[in-house]
């Protein structure tokens, strides 16, 4: 599990490195905070209280999490009821996953413009596939739902966008549900040029606004255009999922991801961070690799999302406007079985009891009494 204590974790590598980093970089404000919320989350710093038996009268701290949506040791029952509900939201049919990225010489102009070049990724995401099933489709409105990305397994900076799309939308006049096959969504070098024009079209528009600042060096967005139209630009589009069971997997490993997981740090000695990473080139065979720590807390920090930014979106029938009308016409044209959310209305154990199949309140030490929270004297919480 996720927020399993590992015997290494990324706020220890944070915490023993925090002299020596925040003296060498300046942070943004939310990286700051991120930084600050993973050394203490879980320790005395946030407060906590005692459980104690009622049976046994074995007495345990509990800590505070810090909940900040960058920390490794947060967010799972938020992630498991988020993935529930928008399960139960998609359509019953096969989904492909399409993944959009940029290459990188937009890298820089991307990092120092975060907010709107993400958001403007996003959006030319949602615009290619859409456009494209259209034409493809003759008038097909297609739904989806889109994740951002920023980094690669060794942490590097690489902005992607990650989306689900059922195979299927609705006709023009929305009395059909059009199915686009099980084996083949849209040609893949068509979304590659479209999605490269519509993204240099959106960049080129911000900059003549002033809405995105170019980098050092540059005083256009022309340069950088022409060089985008020399480069190959990467649609990815896997074959669909099979069932809604690999569909949850994929979501709950996707949505609510950082950067790194702990259960990835391997160790931490003499100032080097090994870590584990997946090498697709070699059939996804695990690896591992060795950075220095103060390298390894930058590459992390460069993935903090600005403050408020949401990497989360949805697109055609699955939009947020479209859903109370669109979604239910999908539900009724398909007439298939459904997936039933099952944590809806659940409070946070229940979601831990359904998940895990453990109760985080039974004693550990006699396994008959109930853990029962009490004030925590201050001697406990040092």
Not at 90 to 96: G, I, N, Q, S
Not at 244 to 262: K, M
Not at 361 to 378: D, F, M, Y
Request: charged residues 20%; proline residues 4%.
């Amino acid at each position: 599990m996720e927020n399993k204590k590992q015997n290494i974790e990324l706020a220890d590598v944070f915490s023993q490195h925090a002299t020596t980093f925040l003296s060498a970089h300046t942070l943004s404000s939310t990286q700051q905070k991120a930084f600050e919320d993973i050394v203490k989350c879980r320790t005395s710093e946030l407060g906590g209280h005692v459980e104690k038996c009622n049976h046994c009268g074995y007495i345990r701290q509990s800590y505070n999490s810090c909940r900040n949506r960058h920390c490794p040791k947060c967010q799972f029952v938020k992630k498991e009821q988020w993935v529930d509900k928008l399960v139960a939201n998609l359509p019953p049919v096969k989904h492909f996953h399409v993944v959009f990225t940029i290459p990188a010489l937009l890298h820089k102009l991307f990092y120092i413009n975060q907010a709107k070049a993400y958001s403007l990724l996003m959006q030319a995401a949602g615009q290619t596939l859409t456009q494209c099933a259209k034409k493809q489709y003759s008038g097909i409105q297609i739904g989806a739902v889109s994740i951002l990305h920023t980094w690669g397994q060794t942490l590097v900076y690489h902005p992607h966008v990650h989306m689900i799309v059922p195979a299927g939308g609705l006709s023009e006049d929305q009395t059909e549900w059009i199915s686009t096959g099980n084996k083949f969504f849209l040609p893949v070098k068509v979304l590659s040029q479209v999605f490269r024009g519509i993204m240099c079209r959106m960049i080129e528009n911000s900059c003549s606004v002033n809405e995105i600042k170019m980098p050092e060096g540059l005083t256009d967005f022309r340069t950088l255009k022409s060089q985008c139209y020399l480069k190959k630009w990467v649609v990815y589009c896997e074959k669909p999922f099979s069932n809604s069971d690999r569909l949850i997997h994929y979501l709950g490993n996707y949505t609510h991801r950082v950067a790194i997981s702990n259960n990835r740090i391997v160790s931490h000695e003499n100032d080097v961070v090994r870590f584990s990473i997946k090498d697709y080139k070699a059939a996804g065979m695990r690896k591992h690799i060795d950075l220095d720590a103060n390298e390894f807390i930058r590459r992390f920090l460069q993935h903090v999302l600005p403050g408020g930014f949401c990497k989360i979106r949805y697109f055609g029938f699955l939009a947020l406007r479209n859903m109370n009308e669109s979604l239910g016409i999908c539900f009724e044209l398909i007439a298939a079985a459904s997936y039933l959310p099952s944590l809806s209305g659940l409070c946070a154990l229940d979601v831990w009891r359904t998940i895990t199949g453990r109760d985080p309140i039974k004693c550990p030490k006699c396994a008959v009494g109930i853990l029962q929270s009490h004030s925590a004297p201050p001697l406990l919480i040092t």
